[in-house]
């Protein structure tokens, strides 16, 4: 691959299990620094997280999303003031436009389990468990990686970590349905931990270079897919860039399964800024891409323009989930919507 982000034309895998050898750790920490500094996204193999524990919650996927819709209406997002639960294809947006999945938000300690489906509830928690180590675990050698002491980012994690799993059902040829979800960058987290639960020919994640190019994440067995987040970008001033990406509805389904570790709601963006202001002043900026489609991304924290990563949360849910704003947040709704940071 090319040492520019200019040209890359696939996404590296980094293979943790050389971070546990003293002779492999040099070398591991130069592709690592290489893949969030210049990509933002990465593969992860030999990541410690139990194969039963991943297997089980991607064979409850189909029987979660197969349930009836009244079932999956007693869970409905719409009732949730922290947007969790269920939402129905078409029911989010991005980039303006409505989304083409179906998906449920579950959070630690906040969430609502479809009674009908007893079995999931332990099977999220035990995989929410697992990803909280594996996300710990990654940003401790991110750290490393980035010249800095193991635990310099463990002060702005949050004890609220996210996990959604998402369906993509099949779209007919010529249907004219292109957006599984729009172009954007991850709001919702430090980093996104992506496990593709779909055979390996299904297609649809993709990465854009800064050539303007659009590049295919396929499915890896064994890997997750791992990308920088907008609050980790302000945090690194820059020196690691949320990458803009975007999922393509297919003429195959497609299942998804996004873990975003949380980051603490009170952290400003002043103490985002100036945290390491001195650290990574002297790094190599990514410029990211410049086109029109980078420019029209929505990153009120990055730009900005509100005070608390909390509020910039509210406002980017408020505006994917509409119905929401309205009835749990109408003091702030029009304010959030006419906003286009």
Known sequence: MSPSMDNFHEIPIIDLSLADDPASLPAFLDALRFAVTQVGFLYVANHRVPPQVIRNLVEILPKLFELSESAKNRISLENSKHFLGYSSVGSETTAA?????????????????????????????????????????????VAQALDLPKEAFHPFLSD??????????????????????????????????????????????????????????????????VNVGQAFEVLTLGTCKATIHRVLSTCDERFSIPFFQGVRRNLTKREATESFRGHFSTFSLNQGHKSTIGRAIDSPFLQGKYDTWGESQLRTKIRSHRLNGQKFYPQVYNKYIEDDA
């Open 160 to 225: 609220q970590n996210r996990l959604k799993v998402a369906h993509y059902p099949a779209v007919t040829p010529g249907s004219g349905v292109t957006q599984g979800v729009g172009p954007h960058t991850d709001s919702s987290g430090w980093w996104t931990f992506l496990l593709q639960a779909s055979e390996k020919h299904v297609r649809g994640l993709q990465v854009l270079n800064n050539a303007g190019d659009w590049i295919d994440v396929p499915v890896i067995p064994d890997t997750f897919v």
């Open 97 to 141: 436009k409505a989304d083409q999945r179906e998906q449920v938000d579950f959070a630690t300690e906040l969430t609502t389990w479809p009674s009908e489906l007893p079995e999931l509830r332990p099977i999220v928690e035990a995989y929410i468990t697992e990803l909280t180590l594996l996300g710990e675990r990654f940003l401790s050698l």
